[in-house]
């Protein structure tokens, strides 16, 4: 599979392996789920700021706040088949450093595993993956768990899961979703 993932350090003080961890998530996840068929691919990830998301999700999502990640899809269903040879511009997935970083301490969870979940998320909305219904939303964290577990991560979803006859399974959950 020929595909390009650009990492860019944009603003944040992020970790060193930033850069490496991103790579690897996204190299990892298109690997799982990007169908070779389609030819070559490229996307980037963006390791920003609260600030600079922030803008962007006031300008392009009218929402005047930061969020974890961002994902700009590039391409539609719907849009005619690529030239043979030309790389899919899949798109961006832009991180917030501080609400990252927040995040991951709120949920216990290391800065480093947090990155790699939301950056498996961000890819997925790239190729088409979505969680507006609860289907989707099934569908779409059964994937990133399954890809976080080869990195040796935990289930990022599984305290929000009660078994079926539990019945506290009537009680709402504090599950946050990596925002759309």
């Known amino acids: ?16 392996n930033a850069e490496w961890l991103a790579e690897k998530a996204a190299l990892a996840t298109l690997a799982a789920i990007y ?10 990830v963006v390791l920003a700021d609260d600030a600079l998301v922030q803008q962007l999700n006031r300008d392009y999502r009218g929402k005047d706040k930061p ?10 269903a719907e849009e005619p088949e690529p030239e ?6 899949l798109g961006d997935v832009i991180l917030a450093f501080e609400t990252v970083r927040r ?11 947090h990155l790699t979940h939301l950056v498996v998320h961000g ?9 507006e219904t609860d289907d989707e939303a099934e569908e779409m964290e ?21 078994p079926p006859d ?15």
Do not use: C
């Open 1 to 16: 599979m020929a595909v390009d993932v650009t990492v860019s350090r944009e603003a944040g003080d992020w970790a060193e």
């Open 123 to 131: 890819v997925l909305h790239l190729l088409g993956y979505d969680h």
């Open 166 to 180: 539990d019945p506290a399974e009537t009680e709402p959950t504090n599950h946050e979703p990596p925002d759309r």
């Open 35 to 44: 169908d070779a068929e389609d030819g070559p691919a490229e996307l980037s």
């Open 103 to 113: 995040e991951a301490a709120e949920q216990n969870k290391s800065p480093d595993d």
């Open 67 to 76: 969020t974890n990640v961002l994902s700009f899809a590039l391409t539609e």
């Open 142 to 162: 059964a994937l990133e768990t399954r890809l976080l577990a080869s990195f040796g991560i935990a289930d990022p979803y599984a305290t929000n899961r009660l």
């Open 84 to 89: 043979e040879g030309v790389p899919v511009l």
